[in-house]
């Protein structure tokens, strides 16, 4: 059950579901849903959100202007971007050749918006968000690593991230460009 409430500022949508914790939640597009257990007054919830709306502001800020860089910046011709993405996972793949046997697997982009790149061992395929080629070289690389990576782990254990990290030492501050949005 689903309903619109107002607390300290914030509108946001409230669900009732079976769990044991008040969930707070700010979506890329703004708005905010918090989930609460059934059995929960909704004075708690109200205040909840309310103590909150300060930080709720600052997250519905920084999706605003990640929003607006986005639209300011055109999406890259498709081509261009899968040929510039092919040639990253050619210059990385001798790293994981190795260990994983058969050929590099096959490289697409798509217009995703979600996240920056998936890697499906099914169809052995690694998929780059178009708008990744907009993103610094170094975060591009970043990308292919992290993806590349997902066929030796497939989840984000502390494996995988070891195994990033060991690739690619200074991986943190090129997942942060991609966080920032801004291109140098
Ligand atoms: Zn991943």
């Known amino acids: 059950m689903q309903q619109q409430r107002h607390a300290g500022g914030v ?11 008040l969930n707070l939640r700010v979506r890329a597009d703004g708005s905010v849903s918090v989930s609460a257990p059934a059995s929960m007054p909704v004075g708690v919830i109200d205040g909840f959100v309310a103590q909150r709306a300060g930080w709720i502001a600052r997250a519905q800020d920084r999706f605003a202007r990640r929003r607006a860089a986005e639209a300011a910046r055109p999406l890259p011709d498709k081509g261009e971007a899968l040929a510039g993405m092919r040639a990253l996972c050619e210059a990385w793949w001798p790293c994981f050749s190795g260990r994983c046997p058969g050929p590099m697997p096959a490289v697409r982009v798509c217009d995703m918006h979600t996240r920056w790149g998936s890697c499906s061992l099914r169809t052995r395929t690694v998929c780059f968000a178009l708008r990744l080629w907009t993103m610094p070289h170094a975060a591009r690389e970043y990308v292919v690593v992290h993806e590349l990576c997902h066929l030796l782990h497939p989840d984000h254990s502390p ?3 070891a195994e990033v990290g060991r690739l690619m030492p200074d991986y943190a501050a090129r997942r942060a460009l991609l966080r920032t949005g801004e291109t140098p």
Not at 11 to 20: C, P
């Open 11 to 21: 509108t946001f949508t409230l669900t009732r579901r079976r769990v044991k914790n």
């Open 159 to 161: 494996a995988f991230w």
